[in-house]
């Protein structure tokens, strides 16, 4: 029995025409006995970024939003296909329907035909994109590193969570954003968030670990600690407790320095540490100190 086949062309982005640096970043497939074009690309371009850190990914993405609607056009105009012999070649279809060829960085090429191995076409497709694209995926997803303003950010979004319907944070008169404290005449510091407890004022740092090194928790564990031990004595004198928001590092293999890390950090009497687990509970602590 003759399973038929399908034709693709890859969208290559020519970095070089001297060097002939070639990296595919798209491609075309045709399905003759299902009379069906698609379009397939990586949703973004990091690892493109990589290689060439000044490629105009603002003008290929724009090409990739053509190419899409353009399938999708000529597939609602399913007789242009038979013009073209594209069940043996993609090449002048793509020259006269997709793209010109010129001396430009994207061009279409690498044209093959296969034979159609199953009729669910959206399964080959997924084969082609894991085939060609896997690896922008692969680059596309790290684990993201936690940083200060996302301790922050989610920290601001639990107590927006736990406000009841009719409140707002604005309705709070002990609890605010972007608290200044002056140590002495020569400097102040800024803390994202404060509030009022029953006793004492809750000065709220976030500070993250997410780091790459164990060096780098090291010097950061020693810095915060050098500046919660310098204020000991104005916090005593003000009642102020510095509330430090904590991110651990994703590597396993620097928990150990994280660990000694803590340590350092629980040794300022005025400083408390509040794990990133912990935090919605330190949120209904806040919303329960200030609006009740």
Known sequence: MNKGTFTYALLQYHHSQVLGEVLNIGLVVYFPDHNKLDFIYPNKLIRLKFAYPDVPEKTIKSYFKYFLSRTKELNFQGEVFSNYNLGSSLKNFLDEEFLAPDSSALQFGNFKTAVLYTPNIQQITNQLYNLYFSVFQHHDNPIKKIDESILLKKYKGFLEDLLPENKSLKDSQTLYVDYLISPNESSSLKFDIAWKG??????????????IKPESIQRKAYQYFGQFEDLQ????????????????????????????????????????????????????????????
């Open 198 to 211: 029953s006793k004492d004022m809750h000065l709220v740092k976030p500070l993250s670990f997410d780091l």
């Open 233 to 292: 004595g104005y916090a005593r004198d003000h009642d102020y407790l510095f509330d430090v928001i904590l991110a651990k590092p994703r590597h396993k293999g620097l928990y150990k320095a994280y660990d000694n890390a803590i340590r350092l950090l629980e040794k300022p009497d005025r400083v408390k540490l509040i794990e990133h687990a912990d935090l919605k509970d330190y949120s209904e602590k806040t919303i329960e100190a200030t609006l009740f």
